[in-house]
């Protein structure tokens, strides 16, 4: 792996500048970078990218596009080899490069470009080089390469081999999926860990994921002896610079370095195998090699995989510098960074690795017992590690001379060779001393918490791991955030521990805490005396300040408590310096009693720093004696050279009234002050001067003093009375005794009284070199080695992996990091050296953070941080330096810290995209802790924003919710996979239920449905589960976040998508049952209207859920039709068993209705909880089941109506069955209300509406039917009243006082009737619904109104003859004498006005009875209906004269003949008319001359009829045929006149001619149009009746108007007429003694005679 840094620093375009809106892409082994937008022809961007490379043979790609409105447009392309970038630490200034137009392609990859542009752009390149190492290193290693280099040539040979086997290469960085992710999601960088990203085109790897698959298997990886040090030498061995991580932001995750695995939560893009991923790799094909499934799922057990192999390319193979460790300050230095070294913790068995406990030797590195015991195992299990660094060592030989020779190489490359052998040693020496046992501190057992970051199961894999509530594998969490961030360099640097040790030990024997207070007293001075603190004058005539009476310092009583050098050192100091020995030694004795008592008293804390930088109990009582002794030698043998660089300043207070000041610095070290230059006008100053001091005082402090240069009178008189002329800006004093080794600090600017006004910091460096020590690393080094050795074995050696909060309380608990021994270790410390709490609190956090996930943690780092930000954003009022100004003060190293956080970020952004795993909701303790997390990383974010200053930091609610989303897809995607399983091992209720389905019916399938209420149950309980346990914990913003809503939306988009896909599947299929859809339709809606409804994302829309069943529910409604049918039949016949019983006293209808209608209300019930929201699908449902519906009743009322007649004897069944079928109507309503009534779709609305009609017809049907069923028992009714009445006698003009004795004769005509009707109309009433009984009364009404008028007023002449004779066939009406002789023989039959009287009056009675005071027939229907006005019209026409008949006859019969059709007339006889008569079936045609003629004085009418001939006869005989035309004219007022006349015959003619004409008189009563023309021709018979060919009949009122024509009337066989010309009849009939009655009767009876042989 190489590291390639890239700045993109300005380009020229040539064209007009508002043209351009440049970025820069930068391409490279599949990973793309992208800078900022830029405007102008002149952009300058400024901006650095790395990028880790594993193949040399590639190019970089940088092209610049300018940012268009729709799309962005390519301006130009550069392609850069990378074998030819150069390789340095150090920036350069770049090159300009010509952008050309087009690419180079060869093999599908760019290899140059062409047609160049006039467009430039200057770019740096260059490969970082791993680290520098000093000269003499160097010559060291070239001996050191000299002497292996000896070896036999036998092994080269070997080695060339070896050379030759081609190297697996490492994963790109991403995939070709989406090439623009790692720009884009820069910080919201993670996806769903079940994106099929496309894999990578260099991945070799065996495995599809490299470390998603590490669940915990500590009782599996304990048994293996590989456990021991194999995994921990591959992890321990890779000692990374940090500068390399300065990459892990632009790749979007901690994880994607750390871990190795395809970074499930950045960016779907599988992450480059770096070096500490080799370490988790090789521990995959070691560790697993026992698994069932170790060899096709990991790789074969002793395969090396992809990482395992980094000493690769000597160019570009940096990382891997094994183990080297930075042992030098330089090196330390120069990073500036304390937590990049060695700490590797084994996710598995909570192993922390540490160095052996020797201090090494300085020249030469030993090899360590531990390494040497990896070195064991490496040996079998990296056979190509051992050969390539063989084969390294081999191409080393040639290249080296001689001893004293410069290496030909650079340094950088004499580095990498250096950590080559280094390994190369570890294995030679490690095959001799190789130890099988366990190293002591290797503690497993799961108690711990030291996991690794990637412990998210692979959802794709089929081991299952419990679901909801224990879906966590806290056994395998990892505690921190990973070697690469957190690890801490002091816990291998022996030298420096060794010297923080005794320091320690001197801080704490005599601890500034408890030193000997001063014995102040009132004192006062004699002559000016200046106070030992603030310098300034003990003002006053008397007791101006105080003094101390043992060591005799003085001060302002205001600052005694500011004094904190220790009386008895001072005292000792001050009498040996005045030669009084005596008084030395008492202080010095006292001194050591102190330090006695405190070793007695506190010997747990010296236990404890002894332990904690593993000396043993001699080297220990050894460094007692001399730390004591250092002490009491105080600073009477101490002398130190002090220099001390002024660098700068800022944020100062403004004196002057221009708003600035003029600063310049004092710093005054025991009695020797030096000033620096003014800088004028400047707030914010730069010195830069150093100065020399000498110090032979320890408990000297260095006073730097900042002062605002005036030069006025009023300054002057002030120097005159102080010894100050200047305004005072602010002063720091540092004790010398915190000083060490070089320093570059910034201090915070302190008041000198109260009423001082200050801010601001100052930088200075300060080197000491303290004579006869050995130059060390500067205090806050120290401290830092300290905390770090203190946390570590608190936590990993006594604690097993578990941090242990302490128990503190108040507004400082935050300030306490350990328990009370360790605490006062590193507090004392921090007092000594000059350690400012905010390091401390800082230290800790650093700490911390390599344990974040240790229980308890996230909340102490939560409120660590907020402490931390509350101390550099809440700035004074006193003060105007920004929160990032007083931020990139920090001694701790705002860089250091900035990426420390970052990576913290990113890592809590990992575990919160796992909070199922991580926090699972069974334990409160690790909810608690999910709270926490999420304060932490809105503390990071409030960081970001108020002391970094940043300008829009993602939000931490933004955050925590794609976190959460994060987690959701992947949880889904497990229980998706993992259904079957999860489901029958949470929810199964019987064990012993043989729960293994093969796989393939595991997941959904078309066969059934199973799969998907399993998965809705998993889905509802992960609901439930976030809402009632994540949604109360994560409650930080709860207008942004509700875990339970994102739950429900994220589970319903998933389940929606694969769903939705799942019912097209069946849909072409249908393997299942309708009612299976129809169920897993329910548990869908249930699922919806449960948790998603009320989302706001779905809230108010309609859901498309019920279109995927629309199919299904219709399949259903159609196989639902069928059933009902069946149902129906069984109803009904069961009903008919029980004939047809009433369902209880109060219904009417029999039980078939109900059943029907409740499947139907079943049915429809199972539609209407579906409450389908989509309207358009209801419609569609609400018609099909409407067609069923009536489907279903019109099938019900045509069986009644088949079988009804045979019931009508019945009493009481056809009531109930008609009312059955009222009842439908009356279900049908509701039915129709129920499906939504005026708002139904207006399709089925109709559908049911018909229905209804149909229904309603059907029962008028049945109501007819029922009715006529009575017909003959009302006949017989009728015909006695008929009798009774004949027997009224008497006139119609009835007096007054005989009315009584016509409403008697009517009560006794009725009575028969009434009888029937009275038994029959209360059993209806009873029996018969009201609608049912209306109908029936009608029925009967209408039956009693025709029989009556039949049987009474129209009756006919006797049973055989009668209406029936005159009505009957021609046959019957030909045998005229039989008329005759009835009309002779009968009495004849007419009733008289009395009569007509009486049946009036009856009429009313009967109407009365029918309306039964308004609970029958209403009056109105009664008075209107056909059937009594027909009745009343025949009786107004007995009282009427046979003219006024006869008139109302003609006018009525308008259709005689033929309907009235046919007649033809033309203007005279000789004009033919048209051919077509468009009469059917004419028997002949006469042709007649008409001539009206009205008298102008009289009116009289007369009639002129010309009979010209007959055409077209039709008559069949075997004797003589002799037609003759009989014309008659009929009409009123025609007694006295000649009403026919008859044309002579004509022989055997079927066309006869006549010729002859006739004149007819009508009076002037009436008009024409109350007379017709009967003609009728015969043929003559002799001695026998005529006999009748055909009859046509001609209305003078269609004449009237022409006065004069011809016309041509067809014959027809018949005369025919409507109820009003049979009425007439009917009623003439009976008036036998009347002429003109009788011979109306026979010309209106006539017909054609039967003809011989047919």
């Not at 779709?1241 to 559908?1247: F, I, L």
């Not at 009302?1274 to 027997?1287: F, G, R, T």
Request: glycine residues 4%; proline residues 4%; contains cysteine.
């Amino acid at each position: 792996m190489s590291l390639l840094c890239v700045r993109v620093k300005k380009a020229k375009l040539q064209g007009p500048p508002d043209k351009f809106n440049t970025y820069v892409t930068l391409k490279v082994q599949n990973v793309k970078s992208t800078t900022v937008a830029v405007r102008g022809d002149q952009p300058c961007w400024e901006q650095d990218f790395m990028f880790e490379i594993s193949r040399l043979d590639l190019g970089l790609i940088v092209e610049v596009w300018n940012k268009g409105l729709i799309w962005d447009t390519l301006v130009g392309t550069v392609w850069i080899a990378l074998k030819a970038i150069r390789q340095s630490d150090e920036e350069g200034p770049g090159e300009w490069s010509t952008l050309e137009a087009e690419v180079v392609m060869k093999r599908d990859e760019i290899c140059g470009t062409k047609n160049p542009t006039p467009h430039r752009i200057l770019l740096d390149t260059r490969f970082e080089l791993p680290f520098d190492i000093p000269e003499e290193e160097a010559r060291y290693w070239t001996r050191k390469l000299e002497q292996i280099n000896s070896l036999g040539d036998d092994e080269y040979s070997f080695q060339e081999e070896v050379q030759k086997k081609p190297l697996p290469s490492a994963a790109s960085q991403c995939s070709f999926e989406d090439a623009d992710s790692a720009v884009d999601d820069r910080d919201s960088d993670y996806r769903s860990e079940t994106s099929n990203s496309i894999p990578p085109p260099y991945h070799t790897t065996a495995q599809p994921n490299a470390s998603v698959h590490q669940f915990t298997v500590p009782s599996r990886l304990q048994q293996q002896g590989v456990l021991r040090d194999s995994c921990a030498d591959s992890l321990q061995n890779y000692d990374v610079d940090y500068r390399e991580h300065v990459a892990i932001r632009r790749y979007g995750s901690i994880d994607s370095i750390v871990s190795g695995r395809t970074d499930l939560e950045s960016t779907s893009e599988s992450s480059q195998m770096t070096s500490r991923q080799c370490s988790l790799e090789s521990r995959h094909s070691l560790d697993l090699s026992d698994s069932p499934a170790g060899s096709s799922r990991y790789g074969s057990s002793c395969n090396v995989s992809q990482g395992s192999s980094h000493l690769s390319e000597l160019d570009h193979s940096h990382e891997s510098a094994h183990g080297s460790e930075q042992d030098d300050e330089h090196q330390e230095r120069e990073s500036n960074y304390s937590h990049h070294s060695l700490v590797s913790y084994h996710k598995d068995s909570q192993t922390w690795l540490k160095e052996q406990e020797e201090p090494r030797s300085k020249g030469e590195e030993e090899i360590s017992e531990t390494e040497g015991k990896h070195a064991d195992h490496s040996t079998a299990k990296l056979p190509l590690e051992l050969d390539k660094s063989k084969d390294v060592d081999a191409a080393a030989q040639v290249r080296y001379h001689g001893d004293n020779e410069p290496p030909p190489f650079s340094p950088a490359r004499a580095h990498w060779i250096r950590a080559i052998n280094k390994v190369r040693m570890q294995l030679q020496e490690g095959q001799d001393e190789a130890d099988p046992s366990k190293p002591p501190w290797l503690k497993g057992g799961p108690a711990g918490g030291l996991y690794g970051i990637d412990s998210m199961p692979d959802l794709r894999k089929k081991k299952p791991i419990p679901l909801v509530s224990d879906l966590s594998l806290v056994q395998s969490r990892k505690a921190g955030i990973t070697s690469a961030m957190a690890t801490r360099t002091s816990l291998k640097d022996e030298e420096l521990k060794s010297h923080v040790y005794k320091k320690t030990l001197q801080a704490l024997i005599y601890p500034i805490s408890c030193t000997t207070p001063h014995n102040f007293e009132v004192w006062t001075a004699t002559t000016p005396t200046y106070c030992y603190e603030c310098e300034g004058l003990l003002w006053g005539i008397a007791r101006q300040g105080m003094r101390c009476a043992e060591c005799g310092v003085k001060c302002h009583e205001k600052c005694q408590d500011l004094l904190n050098a220790d009386c008895l050192q001072r005292a000792a100091e001050k009498s040996s310096k005045h030669g009084a020995e005596d008084r030395t030694q008492n202080f010095i004795m006292a001194m050591k009693d102190r330090m006695k008592i405190r070793e007695r008293n506190k010997p747990e804390i010296f236990d404890l720093i002894r332990d904690v930088f593993c000396e043993s109990k001699l080297t220990h009582a050894q460094q007692m004696k001399t730390v004591k002794q250092s002490v009491l030698d105080g600073t009477s043998k101490w002398s130190a050279k002090i220099t001390i660089t002024v660098v700068c300043a800022q944020g100062l207070q403004a004196k002057d009234k221009t708003g600035s000041s003029d600063p310049y610095v004092t710093v005054q070290v025991g009695k020797t002050k030096k000033r620096t230059k003014t800088i004028f006008g400047n707030l914010n100053p730069v010195w830069e001067e150093k100065f020399y001091f000498e110090c032979h005082n320890s408990s000297d402090r260095i006073k730097v003093r900042v002062w605002d240069e005036d030069d006025d009178i009023k300054s002057r008189v002030k120097q005159r009375l102080k010894r100050e002329s200047d305004d005072f800006l602010g002063q720091t004093i540092i004790e010398v005794r915190t000083l060490s080794g070089e320093m570059d600090v910034w201090y915070n600017l302190e008041k000198r009284t109260d009423k001082s006004a200050v801010s601001g910091a100052i930088r200075l460096q300060i080197n000491v070199e303290i004579k006869g020590e050995e130059k060390v690393a500067p205090y806050h080094i120290q401290y830092t080695c300290l905390h770090e050795n203190l946390f570590h074995h608190l936590t990993d050696v006594q604690g097993n992996g578990v941090v242990k909060i302490p128990d503190a309380k108040g507004d400082d608990a935050w300030k306490v990091y350990f328990d009370e021994t360790a605490q006062e270790i590193v507090d004392e410390f921090a007092m000594r050296y000059g350690i400012e709490s905010i390091y401390q609190a800082m230290t800790h956090f650093a700490c911390l953070s390599s344990k974040y996930m240790c229980p308890g943690v996230p909340a102490v780092m939560s409120t660590l941080l907020a402490n931390i930000n509350a101390y550099y954003a809440h700035t004074t009022a006193s003060t105007n330096v920004s929160a990032s100004d007083r931020f990139a003060a920090s001694n701790f190293g705002k860089e250091r810290f900035v990426k420390l956080l970052d990576q913290l970020h990113n890592s809590l952004r990992i575990d919160l995209s796992m909070y199922r795993n991580n926090f699972p909701a069974s334990s409160r303790e690790r909810l608690q802790d999910l709270k926490s997390t999420v304060d932490l990383l809105t503390s990071i974010t409030f960081f970001r924003m108020k002391v970094q200053e940043l300008q829009s930091p993602p939000r931490a609610s933004q955050v925590v919710k794609d976190c959460v989303k994060a987690c959701l897809n992947s949880t889904y995607e497990y229980i998706f996979n993992n259904c079957h399983e999860l489901y029958s091992r949470e929810y199964q209720t019987d064990p012993n239920k043989n729960q293994d389905l093969p796989p393939e019916e595991q997941g959904p399938s078309i066969r059934n449905l199973d799969f998907w209420p399993k998965l809705i149950t998993l889905i509802v309980s992960i609901i439930e589960e976030d809402k009632n346990s994540y949604t109360p914990v994560l409650n930080q913003f709860p207008q942004e976040l509700a875990v339970g809503k994102i739950s429900a939306e994220v589970m319903w988009s998933l389940f929606a998508q694969d769903m939705k896909y799942a019912m097209e599947e069946h849909e072409k299929h249908r393997l299942c049952k309708s009612a299976d859809y129809m169920n897993l339709h329910f548990k869908v809606k249930w699922l919806y209207n449960e948790y998603v409804r009320d989302l706001p994302a779905f809230k108010g829309k309609v859901p498309e859920y019920p279109a995927w069943f629309e199919q299904f529910v219709m399949q259903w409604l159609d196989e639902n039709e069928d059933v009902s049918l069946e149902f129906l039949h069984g109803a009904l016949e069961r009903d008919k068993k029980d004939g047809f019983q009433q369902t209880s006293e109060h219904a009417l209808f029999s039980c078939s209705v109900v059943d029907v209608f409740t499947q139907l209300n079943q049915s429809f019930e199972i539609i209407k909880k579906l409450e389908c929201p989509d309207p358009v699908i209801v419609a569609h449902y609400n018609r099909r089941f409407a067609k069923t519906i009536g489907k279903v009743l019109m099938q019900y009322a045509d069986i009644l109506s088949k079988s009804f007649q045979s019931y009508c004897s019945k009493e009481k069944l056809p009531c109930i069955l008609m009312n059955n079928i009222q009842q439908l109507r009356v279900q049908l309503e509701k039915m129709f209300e129920a499906m939504g009534g005026k708002e139904l779709d207006v399709e089925a609305s109709d559908h049911l509406k018909e229905l209804q009609v149909k229904l309603n017809n059907v029962l008028d049907e049945l109501s007819a039917v029922f009715g006529n069923s009575f017909q003959t028992r009302i006949d017989e009714c009728v015909k006695q009243m008929s009798d009774i009445l004949c027997q009224v006698k008497g006139t119609g003009n009835v007096a007054a006082n005989a009315r009584n004795t016509v409403a008697q004769d009517a009560d006794n005509v009725l009575r028969p009737l009434m009888d029937f009707l009275d038994g029959n109309l209360t059993l209806f009433a009873t029996v018969c619904e009201k609608t049912v009984l209306k109908r029936v009364l009608k029925e009967l009404w209408r039956v009693v109104m025709n029989t009556m008028e039949k049987l009474i007023v129209l009756p006919p002449l006797t049973d055989h003859t009668g209406t029936q004779l005159i009505f009957s066939a021609a046959k019957e009406l030909g045998h005229l004498s039989k008329l005759k002789d009835h009309m002779v023989r009968e009495e004849t039959r007419s009733l008289t006005p009395k009569q007509c009287a009486v049946l009036d009056l009856a009429l009313d009675t009967i109407k009365q009875y029918f309306h039964a005071g308004g609970n029958g027939l209403k009056k109105t229907f009664l008075e209107k209906s056909p059937d009594l006005q027909s009745l009343r019209y025949a009786l107004s026409l007995y009282t009427q004269t046979t003219d006024t008949l006869i008139k109302t006859f003609v006018q009525t019969q308008t259709a005689q003949v033929h309907d009235g059709k046919g007649i033809r007339f033309t203007a005279n006889e000789d004009v033919l008319p048209d051919k077509a008569s468009g009469v059917d079936d004419p028997v002949g045609e006469v042709s007649i001359q008409i001539d009206l003629y009205t008298h102008p004085g009289t009116g009289e009418h007369k009639v002129t009829v010309k009979v010209v001939a007959a055409n077209d006869l039709k008559w069949q005989t075997s004797g003589m045929f002799r037609p003759f035309v009989e014309i008659t004219m009929i009409g009123p007022h025609q007694s006295d006149k000649k009403r026919k006349f008859t044309t002579k015959s004509k022989s055997n003619n079927w066309a006869p001619k006549y010729n002859e004409t006739f004149h007819f008189i009508l009076g002037n009563e009436d008009g024409p149009d109350a007379y017709e023309l009967q003609v009728c021709v015969k043929d003559y018979c002799f001695a026998r009746e005529d006999r009748v060919l055909g009859i046509a009949v001609m209305q003078l009122r269609d004449i009237a108007d022409k006065g004069s024509c011809a016309c041509w009337c067809p014959l027809g066989r018949r005369i025919h007429m409507d109820e009003t010309g049979l009425t007439v009849l009917r009623i003439l009939s009976q008036r036998t003694n009347d002429e003109v009655a009788k011979e109306f009767v026979k010309l209106k009876s006539e017909s054609r005679s039967t003809e011989e042989g047919t």
